[in-house]
């Protein structure tokens, strides 16, 4: 089973406020990722990082940031959210070996108003 | 321009019915893994498929990767209401690219 965990799993906030998006593994994973989903929809990448000290943007463009100081944390941070960024964000960690598994977490969803 | 386009988008059904769905592209992937996503909840991962051609059984699910690997395909058969969920295939290149989705409901 993985352990993979993001807080908070809903947030409902106001246009203007700045948010951060806690995602944690106990795994011991080098590579993180930050995707963002509609209702049913796919799943877009807008954030990866390969490790410490490492983060890259994804194919979605975002205006969050993300950092990765420890191993096992990777938050993601909205300085000033706006009502477009209401979504489903999804964190995910990924181990190493011939074919890379993602296990992720059960998702932030986010509202702003 | 989506790489991955997966059909049907949306499927309901009544439980013991079969279904299939499919995921295509013109690209090809090095590996391609079907995942299943609760509402509420993150995607999990079902299987992973590698080779051209090569099918995979998981109890009443059968996953095909096409010849070419730029395809696949999962088939249910007897479906059950706990197969409820959104599947989402995801094709590995550099990094994996997600599916549009298919959202299957089974009615009981």
């Known amino acids: 089973e993985a352990d993979i965990y993001q807080t908070p799993r809903y947030l409902v906030i106001g246009t203007g406020k700045k948010i951060t998006l806690e995602c944690s593994q106990t795994?011991?994973?080098?590579?993180m990722y930050w995707y963002q989903q509609d209702p049913g929809m796919e799943l877009h990448l807008i954030h990866y990082s390969y490790g410490v000290n490492s983060t890259e943007k994804g194919d979605l463009s975002s205006e969050s940031t993300v950092s990765r100081i420890r191993t096992e944390h990777f938050p993601l941070t909205l300085e000033s959210a706006r009502p477009s960024h209401t979504s489903q964000y999804l964190c995910?960690?990924?181990?190493?070996?011939?074919?890379?598994?993602?296990?992720f977490g059960s998702g932030t969803q986010l509202s702003v108003l | 321009t989506q790489l991955l386009e997966q059909s049907p988008q949306f499927l309901s059904i009544q439980e013991g019915e079969n279904l299939t769905v499919y995921c295509n592209s013109s690209?090809?992937?090095?590996?391609l893994q079907w995942y299943r996503q609760e509402p509420g909840e993150g995607p999990v991962l079902l299987v992973t498929v590698v080779t051209g051609g090569e099918v995979k059984k998981l109890k009443r699910l059968t996953f095909q990767f096409g010849d070419a690997r730029k395809d696949s395909s999962l088939h249910i058969t007897a479906a059950q209401p706990g197969d409820t969920g959104l599947y989402l295939c995801?094709?590995?290149?550099?990094?994996?690219?997600f599916g549009t989705g298919t959202r299957l409901k089974v009615l009981a």
């Open positions: 995910a960690s990924s181990v190493e070996g011939i074919i890379e598994k993602l296990f």
């Open positions: 995801a094709g590995a290149r550099y990094k994996y690219i």
């Open positions: 690209s090809v992937f090095s590996s």
């Open positions: 795994m011991g994973h080098d590579k």
